[in-house]
């Protein structure tokens, strides 16, 4: 098992990365879906009880992605949010992170939990639901274009492997379609049955690897 997997997706060079992001070298452009900041805060408003420190980790682990790719733009393809921003615990580490990176851009495609996106003020690019490079259309539900290979996010990808108790996330990657690994930690996945033609590459513990599944 490796911590990159180096594909060709519409002819372009891109590396899937074992810490559940897309880097296009060319584009100096590091592609995450589903980061969901905030997710803890909107459950235990709620009244469920979960542990602090999801928004960290997933900063922390972004911290290294750019640092190991030295990308100069990281690319949300949507539900960037979880839920509203007033008086959540993680936006004042957001805050020091986007600090941090102010040379970064960040530019978010709006996914189907950020109707509170545009007015966060989190010191991003907000971009509507869908932006084109070439051949390629990046927007965050998975629906297949007739011209453009799509990359996207939304389903949160896994996979489930004989002998392994859990399903593991990872890139679902099928002809004109690459699907992405939910980024946050604190997300569950959608188990895929992968088709003819398909492959996956599943993310487990800090490695990742090519699993060939599709049914003819």
């Not at 008086?87 to 996914?111: K, N, Q, S, V, Y």
């Not at 489930?160 to 399903?167: S, T």
């Not at 990872?170 to 492959?199: H, K, M, N, Y």
Request: glycine fraction near 12%.
């Amino acid at each position: 098992m490796a911590e990159r997997i180096e594909v060709d997706i519409a002819g372009e060079r891109m590396h899937l990365l074992a810490d559940r992001a897309l880097f296009w070298p060319a584009r100096g452009r590091l592609l995450i879906a589903d980061l969901h900041l905030g997710k803890g805060d909107v459950f235990r408003a709620a009244g469920i009880a979960l542990p602090s420190g999801g928004t960290a980790h997933d900063l922390a682990r972004l911290d290294r992605l750019t640092a190991a790719t030295g990308a100069d733009e990281l690319w949300v393809l949507g539900d960037l949010l979880h839920g509203a921003t007033d008086h959540a615990r993680w936006r004042e580490g957001w805050d020091r992170w986007r600090d941090a990176h102010a040379g970064l851009r960040i530019a978010a495609l709006r996914g189907n939990h950020d109707r509170h996106r545009d007015a966060a003020g989190l010191q991003i690019e907000a971009l509507g639901e869908s932006m084109a490079d070439g051949d390629i259309l990046m927007r965050h539900d998975p629906c297949p274009d007739p011209s453009r290979h799509v990359i996207a996010g939304h389903l949160h990808p896994a996979l489930r492997l004989p002998g392994v108790r859990r399903a593991l996330p990872g890139f679902w990657l099928r002809p004109g379609l690459t699907v992405l690994p939910a980024f946050s930690a604190f997300t569950g996945g959608q188990i895929v049955e992968p088709g003819a033609g398909d492959c996956f590459a599943v993310c487990v513990d800090g490695h990742i690897a090519m699993v060939r599944t599709g049914r003819g």
